[in-house]
């Protein structure tokens, strides 16, 4: 799915990451942990193709993103969805319209305007909300949903666009740790049901080792581990956040 080589990427004269290299195969479920400033953003932004790297190589479904014409690229986008901290929806539309959005790399520009008055696939996102556990909110106004709710609804906007990968960002810094366990939750789960590939960044490490089985250690634009999360140690974990 993911194929990194020898990759780093500078902003100005400033390496936020260097010599990363690692494949991620069709299906796998990885976390990357690291404090703040590490790379991890930088590093999601790399798999998603909307940052290039500066030197090394980056194949996503095995294409060179840094080769591929405007329009490939944007074919690969729609296999790869990408869930942020920030949630990324927009606060005064109902959610069936935030879930709209889902397909709007599909759908012609006509399209995706007309379905911003009458919604055009009520039935696909009342599907994936019920897949993260909240059907009754489709015409709730998105800004009257939790901060949990909200997330679930940008994880069913990624389901709607159906892609291979699912990266998220930080998904749960954003909430409480009882939701943050919740979304992990449906997160991880949607992957082992549907095969989907995981790809996910967090700020602390506990979420990580309980929830997925490798997990890859960043700090300062390097990894400084990339192991099962069984053979973590107490050491590994000191090693990335020391400091
Ligand atoms: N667009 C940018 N311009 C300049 N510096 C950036 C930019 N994006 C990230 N950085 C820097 O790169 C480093 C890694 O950032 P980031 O990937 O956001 O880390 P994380 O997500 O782990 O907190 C940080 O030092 C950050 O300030
Ligand atoms: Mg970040």
Same mark, same amino acid.
């Given at each position: 799915?993911?194929?990194?080589?020898?990759?780093?990427?500078?902003? =100005?004269? &400033?390496? %936020? /990451? $260097?010599?990363?290299?690692?494949?991620?195969?069709?299906? #796998? +479920?990885?976390?990357?942990?690291?404090?703040?400033?590490?790379?991890?953003?930088?590093?999601?932004?790399?798999?998603?193709?909307?940052?290039?790297?500066?030197?090394?190589?980056?194949?996503?479904?095995?294409?060179?993103?840094?080769?591929?014409?405007?329009?490939?690229?944007?074919?690969?986008?729609?296999?790869?969805?990408?869930?942020?901290?920030?949630?990324?929806?927009?606060?005064?539309?109902?959610?069936?319209?935030?879930?709209?959005?889902?397909?709007?790399?599909?759908?012609?520009?006509?399209?995706?305007?007309?379905?911003?008055?009458?919604?055009?696939?009520?039935? =696909?996102? &009342?599907? %994936? /909300? $019920?897949?993260?556990?909240?059907?009754?909110?489709?015409? #709730? +106004?998105?800004?009257?949903?939790?901060?949990?709710?909200?997330?679930?609804?940008?994880?069913?906007?990624?389901?709607?666009?159906?892609?291979?990968?699912?990266?998220?960002?930080?998904?749960?810094?954003?909430?409480?740790?009882?939701?943050?366990?919740?979304?992990?939750?449906?997160?991880?789960?949607?992957?082992?049901?549907?095969?989907?590939?995981?790809?996910?960044?967090?700020?602390?490490?506990?979420?990580?080792?309980?929830?997925?089985?490798?997990?890859?250690?960043?700090?300062?634009?390097?990894?400084?581990?990339?192991?099962?999360?069984?053979?973590?140690?107490?050491?590994?974990?000191?090693?990335?956040?020391?400091?």
């Amino acid at each position: 799915m993911f194929e990194l080589f020898q990759v780093s990427r500078k902003f =100005g004269v &400033f390496p %936020a /990451l $260097e010599d990363i290299t690692f494949n991620i195969m069709a299906g #796998e +479920r990885v976390a990357v942990v690291g404090p703040s400033g590490a790379g991890k953003s930088t590093l999601i932004r790399l798999l998603n193709g909307t940052l290039f790297s500066t030197t090394g190589e980056v194949r996503v479904l095995g294409q060179r993103l840094d080769q591929l014409s405007p329009q490939a690229l944007r074919q690969v986008q729609s296999r790869v969805g990408t869930v942020y901290q920030q949630f990324h929806l927009v606060d005064n539309l109902r959610v069936v319209h935030n879930l709209n959005a889902g397909h709007l790399n599909r759908w012609s520009l006509t399209k995706s305007l007309v379905s911003l008055i009458r919604p055009m696939d009520v039935q =696909g996102a &009342f599907n %994936a /909300l $019920e897949q993260v556990g909240i059907p009754e909110k489709l015409y #709730e +106004r998105t800004d009257r949903l939790s901060g949990g709710q909200q997330q679930r609804v940008a994880i069913a906007r990624v389901l709607i666009q159906d892609p291979e990968a699912i990266l998220a960002d930080e998904p749960i810094s954003n909430l409480d740790p009882e939701l943050s366990k919740e979304v992990i939750d449906i997160l991880v789960d949607l992957s082992v049901c549907s095969g989907k590939t995981l790809f996910c960044s967090l700020h602390a490490i506990e979420f990580a080792l309980s929830n997925f089985g490798r997990i890859i250690g960043l700090r300062r634009g390097r990894i400084l581990f990339d192991s099962a999360a069984e053979n973590v140690t107490d050491e590994m974990i000191k090693s990335v956040y020391r400091g």
